[in-house]
């Protein structure tokens, strides 16, 4: 097999959470892109109608879950067994917050701090068991992680500490399901997308974060999906346990307080 035939994930199964837009719809088009059946997942029917046409845009077949990913990651992967007949893939992607305000850890409320592990960390444990109950070997497994989790992250912190408990739950499953399944985490600088938006509120701040990018632009959801395709493809056969962080330079000794990722 030629190192460019190592990239191709032909007839290959995957499943993709929070698929409807953004990031997610980016990863489940470009796995598509290069031979994946995709069953997507997210909460907006229409978001994921969208979604499964361009998937079907490039030949490939999409499987619809609408619905909460928490606690309804065994039936997604029980519709893809059924759909499909195999799972080779699952990306966590879902994530971020079900509410649009920012505040200091102390002053956050104990039913919003569990909602944010809920949605960010435990989905991803509950995927992750899913998948591993299904895939053969050479499975891979991918974890939306963020930068906010590699490093204190001010009115943010709820989501900061779920997404750095992602990171020990990718090094921990991947020693645990080694070799049958690989695991990995994705790290995404600032990558504007609707919900980068909504939560963070820097619509007129884009360009004052731009300069804190030593490549000099923020991220775009394609960048973040390139390394997704290559972490589930057999390009990537020899690496597992790893957090990549896809932010143009920026690491937790580069960027202040207050500039935030994902």
Not at 70 to 85: C, K, Q
Not at 117 to 136: D, H, Y
Request: charged share 25%; glycine share 12%.
């Amino acid at each position: 097999m030629s190192l460019a035939q190592r990239f191709r994930l032909d007839d290959r199964v995957a499943v993709v959470t929070g698929a409807g837009q953004g990031i997610g719809r980016a990863i489940a088009v470009g796995l598509a892109e290069h031979g994946c059946d995709v069953a997507i997942n997210a909460r907006r029917q229409g978001d994921l109608e969208e979604t499964a046409a361009l998937i079907e845009g490039h030949g490939r077949r999409a499987l619809i879950a609408a619905g909460d990913i928490r606690d309804f990651s065994e039936e997604v992967g029980d519709r893809t067994m059924a759909e499909f007949g195999r799972l080779d893939v699952w990306v966590n992607n879902v994530g971020g917050s079900d509410e649009k305000t920012t505040r200091l850890l102390v002053d956050t409320p104990d039913d919003i701090f569990r909602s944010q592990i809920e949605l960010n960390l435990t989905s991803a444990f509950q995927g992750a068991k899913a998948a591993a109950a299904r895939m053969g070997d050479g499975g891979s497994i991918i974890n939306i992680s963020s930068g906010a989790g590699t490093r204190g992250s001010p009115m943010t912190g709820p989501y900061a500490a779920a997404k750095a408990g992602m990171n020990n739950l990718t090094e921990t499953l991947a020693l645990e399901l080694a070799p049958r399944i690989r695991v990995n985490a994705v790290a995404p600088g600032p990558v504007v997308t609707e919900a980068f938006r909504e939560v963070l509120g820097v619509n007129s701040k884009l360009d004052e974060l731009a300069s804190t990018v030593p490549l000099g632009r923020l991220g775009t959801p394609d960048d973040i999906a390139a390394a997704v395709v290559y972490l589930a493809s057999p390009a990537a056969s020899w690496v597992t346990g790893q957090l990549h962080l896809v932010a143009g330079g920026r690491t937790h000794r580069t960027v202040r307080y207050g500039q935030d990722d994902r």
